[in-house]
T-cell receptor, first 115, second 118 residues
Framework: DTEVTQTPKHLVMGMTNKKSLKCEQH?????MYWYKQKAKKPPELMFV???????INESVPSRFSPECPNSSLLNLHLHALQPEDSALYLC??????????????FGPGTRLLVL | GENVEQHPSTLSVQEGDSAVIKCTYS??????FPWYKQELGKRPQLIID?????GEKKDQRIAVTLNKTAKHFSLHITETQPEDSAVYFC?????????????????FGKGTHLIIQP
C-alpha cells in the first residue's frame, strides 16, 4: 500500500458538534502531519507526530485535538468549531532518509464545512 | 520562523515552451526543498525535491536548481503539455530541531497557477 488515505471525504458540521477526521498509512512511515488548506492558499502546518508522539503544535486552537493511536493512524478531533475553520484538512506522512523525516506524501484531504 | 516567497503567482505559457517558477527562503537552516503540483480538488503531489547538498536535480522534463548562498531555488518545466496546467507550490523544511525527532513540517510558498495555452 503506497497511499495515505483519509476519511471522510466531506464533512458538514454545526458549531456545537463533535466530529473526528481519520488518516491512515501502511507505508511504515514514522512521522505524520496535519495541514489546513483554505481555498486558493497553500497548506499550513498544524501538527507533527514523530514516532507516535506529538512533536510540533503550531499554536493551533484547542478546539482541534490530534491523536496518534498507533504508527499507522492519525486522528483529528474537532469540537466547537467556527465557520472560519471551514477548509480542506490534509494529512501527510513522511519517509525517513538518513535519520531525517523528509519526503512528505499527502492524503486526498477532508473537505470540512462548518455551519 | 521560515518564510518562503514564490513568483510569479500566475504564469501562462504556450504549449511546448518552458516554464520557470522561482522561490526564495529566509531560514538558512532549511535543508530540504520539495515542489508539489496540485490540480483542482486534488491532493498536492510531489513532483521533485532537492536537498541542500545538491545544486541541481533533473527528472525528465522537470528540473530544480538550488542556490544556497542566495537562498533561492527554481522549478524548470520544459516542453510543457496541457496536463502540466495546475497550481505549483514550492516548500522548505528546516533541518532537525531539538525534540523534533527528525520530523518537521513544510513551509509553503503561495503557489503559482500555471496555465498551458494550446
Amino acid at each position: 500500500d503506497t497511499e495515505v488515505t483519509q476519511t471522510p471525504k466531506h464533512l458538514v458540521m454545526g458549531m456545537t458538534n463533535k466530529k473526528s477526521l481519520k488518516c491512515e498509512q501502511h507505508m511504515g512511515h514514522r512521522a505524520m502531519y496535519w495541514y489546513k488548506q483554505k481555498a486558493k492558499k497553500p497548506p499550513e502546518l498544524m501538527f507533527v507526530y514523530s514516532y507516535e508522539k506529538l512533536s510540533i503544535n503550531e499554536s493551533v486552537p484547542s478546539r482541534f485535538s490530534p491523536e496518534c493511536p498507533n504508527s499507522s493512524l492519525l486522528n483529528l478531533h474537532l469540537h466547537a468549531l467556527q465557520p472560519e475553520d471551514s477548509a480542506l484538512y490534509l494529512c501527510a506522512s513522511s519517509v525517513e532518509i538518513a535519520g531525517y523525516q523528509e519526503t512528505q506524501y499527502f492524503g486526498p484531504g477532508t473537505r470540512l464545512l462548518v455551519l | 520562523g521560515e518564510n518562503v516567497e514564490q513568483h510569479p503567482s500566475t504564469l501562462s505559457v504556450q504549449e511546448g515552451d518552458s516554464a520557470v517558477i522561482k522561490c526564495t527562503y529566509s531560514d538558512s537552516a532549511s535543508n530540504y526543498f520539495p515542489w508539489y503540483k496540485q490540480e483542482l480538488g486534488k491532493r498536492p503531489q510531489l513532483i521533485i525535491d532537492i536537498r541542500s547538498n545538491v545544486g541541481e536535480k533533473k527528472d525528465q522534463r522537470i528540473a530544480v536548481t538550488l542556490n544556497k548562498t542566495a537562498k533561492h531555488f527554481s522549478l524548470h518545466i520544459t516542453e510543457t503539455q496541457p496536463e502540466d496546467s495546475a497550481v505549483y507550490f514550492c516548500a522548505a523544511k528546516r533541518g532537525p530541531q531539538v525534540g523534533g525527532g527528525g520530523a518537521d513540517g513544510l513551509t509553503f510558498g503561495k503557489g503559482t497557477h500555471l496555465i498551458i495555452q494550446p
